[in-house]
């Protein structure tokens, strides 16, 4: 099955400067890769996702970066703000056509801090 | 966007009892669930897949007759933990594909504390 692993477990940044996870995955067959933000006792929430056949995707202060070759993709947050402050988790599953999204796996997450 | 509304969203039992977990699409079908447990400052880790008129399929390690799961609709879908113990207590979290397929629609997630 997949395996994810992302790093690093904790990250203090200082307010306005950058942060970046990093994660890798296992399985060559996955091809969709989300990146969430959860808040304590919350859902997870989407920030932004990125498909195999794309190498990088920005919204706003937010990028992803994707290398197919040596399955890892990256999480880029610039411009921090103390609001950025959670804990981010990374997430690969396979998405078939006609069958949709089969298992996401999750990466063990980052607890990011942003020190004003 | 798509709605997963899931109850109840805090639970306390006692040792022994059972609890149920629902999670319904509001508007949209569900024909897959996915149902996940997450204890304290760690990952989300996948218990089960449910799929509407079939049993669910379940994760490695993950005991059948303990987290019984019922797809009862295309907008339904419930997780009951029998006989909770201690160590059952954890953050319980449904999440269904949209319509589209990709992405994923997370229910608010139930914590359940057993004393």
């Known amino acids: 099955g997949e395996n994810v692993e992302q790093h690093p477990s904790t990250l203090s940044v200082q307010e306005g400067d950058s942060a970046v996870i990093k994660c890798t995955y296992s399985?060559?067959?996955?091809?969709?890769f989300p990146w969430y933000k959860q808040e304590l006792g919350k859902r997870p929430q989407l920030i932004i996702d990125i498909r195999s056949n794309v190498g990088e995707k920005k919204d706003q202060r937010i990028a992803v970066t994707l290398n197919k070759t040596a399955k890892h993709f990256s999480l880029h947050i610039t411009e921090t703000q103390p609001e950025d402050s959670a804990v981010y988790f990374c997430?690969?599953?396979?998405?078939?056509?006609?069958?949709?999204?089969?298992?996401?796996?999750f990466g063990t997450g980052t607890r990011l801090t942003i020190i004003p | 966007g798509a709605v997963v509304s899931q109850h109840p969203s805090r639970v306390i039992c006692k040792s022994g009892t059972s609890v149920k977990i629902e999670c319904r699409s509001l508007?949209?079908?569900?024909?897959?669930m996915f149902w996940y447990r997450q204890f304290p400052k760690k990952s989300l880790m996948l218990m089960a897949t449910s799929n509407e008129g079939s049993k669910a399929t379940y994760e490695q390690g993950v005991e059948k007759d303990k987290f019984l799961i019922n797809h009862a609709s295309l907008t339904l879908s419930t997780l009951t933990v029998t006989s909770a113990h201690p160590e059952d207590s954890s953050f319980y979290i449904c999440?269904?594909?949209?319509?589209?397929?990709?992405?994923?629609?997370f229910g608010s997630g139930t914590q359940l504390s057993v004393l």
């Open positions: 399985d060559s067959a996955s091809n969709y």
């Open positions: 997430a690969a599953s396979r998405v078939r056509t006609n069958f949709g999204n089969e298992k996401l796996t």
């Open positions: 999440s269904a594909p949209g319509t589209r397929g990709e992405k994923l629609f």
């Open positions: 508007d949209f079908q569900a024909t897959t």
